[in-house]
């Protein structure tokens, strides 16, 4: 399956499972279902899942950067804030996990460690740490990436660190099943939007 279509099932499916009035919950939610239905793919260097991690991996370094030009410059130091800040300090365990396990990702063969169960139990982890009952969102991103995954030609390696792998040959990467699950995935999508919307202005 290509990046979009993993992104737009993993929304959708997510939309489905997952019904809210939060505008909150489902903006989060949301970006967590594309992270859960991309992190899958990080164990290839050409997916949108590791040039996204790629991308946010360049940001931080930024930010980190200015972080430290303002500190010497004009005397203030973010960094204590963060530090001091009980809250943000929580993350920081859990963003620890998580960073290992992107590491593993990425050296791991393609579609074995993140394609399977222990790999979903694992990166899962975090987020729920970081995220609480959010990290529902990410789940089921991240289990409609591998139930897609399934689908293809290839074999995906679901109980790793075991050998075997399924594979149920009904398509091939950005054919016509792929093509068919985006658009239905993202019209599922806008209709549980215009869904939300009216049910929040209906709520106020």
Same mark, same amino acid.
């Given at each position: 399956?290509?990046?979009?279509?993993?992104?737009?099932?993993?929304?959708?499916?997510?939309?489905?499972?997952?019904?809210?009035?939060?505008?909150?919950?489902?903006?989060?939610?949301?970006?967590?279902?594309?992270?859960?239905?991309?992190?899958?793919?990080? #164990?290839?260097?050409?997916?949108?899942?590791?040039?996204?991690?790629?991308?946010?991996?360049? &940001?931080?370094?930024?930010?980190?950067?200015?972080?430290?030009?303002?500190?010497?410059?004009? =005397?203030?130091?973010?960094? =204590?804030?963060? @530090?001091?800040?009980?809250? *943000? @300090?929580?993350?920081?365990?859990?963003?620890?996990?998580?960073? $290992?396990? $992107?590491?593993?990702?990425?050296?791991?063969? %393609?579609?074995?460690?993140?394609?399977?169960?222990?790999?979903?139990?694992?990166?899962?982890?975090?987020?729920?740490?970081?995220?609480?009952?959010?990290?529902?969102?990410?789940?089921?991103?991240?289990?409609? %990436?591998?139930?897609? #995954?399934? *689908?293809?030609?290839?074999?995906?390696?679901?109980?790793?660190?075991?050998?075997?792998?399924?594979?149920?040959?009904? &398509?091939?990467?950005?054919?016509?099943?792929?093509?068919?699950?985006?658009?239905?995935?993202?019209?599922?999508?806008?209709?549980?939007?215009?869904?939300?919307?009216?049910?929040?202005?209906?709520?106020?």
């Amino acid at each position: 399956m290509t990046g979009k279509t993993h992104m737009a099932v993993g929304v959708g499916a997510a939309t489905i499972m997952l019904p809210s009035n939060d505008i909150k919950s489902i903006l989060g939610g949301t970006a967590l279902a594309v992270i859960g239905s991309l992190i899958v793919d990080i #164990d290839t260097h050409k997916s949108k899942g590791f040039i996204f991690l790629k991308n946010l991996l360049g &940001c931080a370094i930024i930010l980190i950067i200015l972080g430290l030009l303002v500190k010497f410059k004009f =005397n203030i130091n973010i960094f =204590n804030y963060i @530090t001091q800040n009980k809250e *943000l @300090t929580k993350l920081f365990p859990a963003l620890g996990i998580l960073l $290992i396990l $992107i590491v593993l990702g990425t050296k791991a063969p %393609h579609r074995s460690f993140t394609h399977s169960i222990i790999g979903f139990i694992l990166f899962t982890i975090p987020i729920y740490m970081m995220t609480g009952e959010l990290f529902k969102w990410f789940a089921i991103g991240y289990i409609a %990436h591998i139930l897609a #995954d399934m *689908l293809n030609k290839k074999e995906i390696k679901i109980l790793y660190p075991m050998k075997k792998g399924i594979a149920l040959h009904l &398509c091939s990467a950005d054919g016509k099943v792929d093509k068919f699950l985006f658009i239905i995935s993202v019209g599922i999508i806008i209709l549980k939007y215009l869904s939300y919307i009216n049910s929040i202005v209906n709520w106020h």
